[in-house]
């Protein structure tokens, strides 16, 4: 069965430090999604993504942030000068249809230590 | 925003009783979405409700859609150590792609 992939699988950075975290969809899947789960919290929407562009945005999804899909395969997820507070499980997700009754495929998510 | 109480947050039971967990809202749901997580996996879909006082079965699991669709309740029958795992609903407000969360809880099956 086609499932959602990312890397790396955790990943150490220097506070202010740059990060991308990477993303394949399953192939035939329109939509894209990020969320994170900071650790003991629940799972926190981040930002939606479609026809090359953002479709709606958390709070937590300030200037810091960005995503790009920079080719047919790849959805990324950069954060530009990374905080304590944002060591946490990111988790990319991506459906067929944005509708209510769409599942949404989860990945196994990026473990994203700050020090 | 529409908030999402899950309850109990942790359950540890034996293997072979049976549990029932819990979501709620104040608000209504559009439709309801199970998942169940694991350690170092993301959240994977059980079932998706949509009616009020829907009922829907997967193998040992029944999950049930409260008549105004505020709440939502999944029953574990016979539970087995594979169980185990971290249980959220979720909800997708009609006009959004966007899922929010409940806390989720995490039940324990003890062999």
């Known amino acids: 069965e086609p499932e959602v992939t990312q890397t790396p699988s955790h990943q150490v950075t220097q506070m202010g430090q740059e990060v991308i975290l990477r993303c394949v969809p399953i192939s035939n899947h329109l939509y894209f999604y990020w969320y994170r789960q900071i650790l003991g919290q629940k799972v926190e929407f981040l930002v939606s993504f479609y026809n090359n562009e953002i479709s709606e945005k958390s709070e937590i999804f300030d200037d810091q942030f960005s995503v790009e899909r920079p080719d047919g395969s790849n959805f990324t997820l950069k954060i530009r000068s990374t905080k304590l507070e944002d060591s946490a499980m990111y988790f990319c997700?991506?459906?067929?249809?944005?509708?209510?009754?769409?599942?949404?495929?989860f990945g196994d998510g990026t473990r994203l230590s700050i020090l | 925003t529409q908030l999402l109480e899950q309850s109990p947050q942790f359950l540890s039971i034996q293997e072979g009783e049976n549990l029932t967990v819990y979501c709620n809202s104040s608000?209504?749901?559009?439709?309801l979405q199970w998942y169940r997580q694991e350690p170092g996996e993301g959240p994977v879909l059980l079932v998706t409700?949509?009616?009020?006082?829907e009922v829907k079965k997967l193998k040992r699991l029944t999950f049930q859609f409260g008549d105004a669709r505020k709440d939502s309740s999944l029953h574990i029958t016979a539970a087995q150590p594979g169980d185990t795992g971290l249980y959220l609903c979720a909800t997708r407000p009609s006009d959004t792609g966007k899922l929010i969360f409940g806390q989720g809880t995490t039940l324990q099956v003890k062999p």
């Open positions: 608000s209504v749901f559009s439709s």
């Open positions: 997700a991506s459906s067929r249809r944005a509708d209510p009754n769409q599942p949404q495929h």
């Open positions: 409700v949509v009616t009020g006082g």
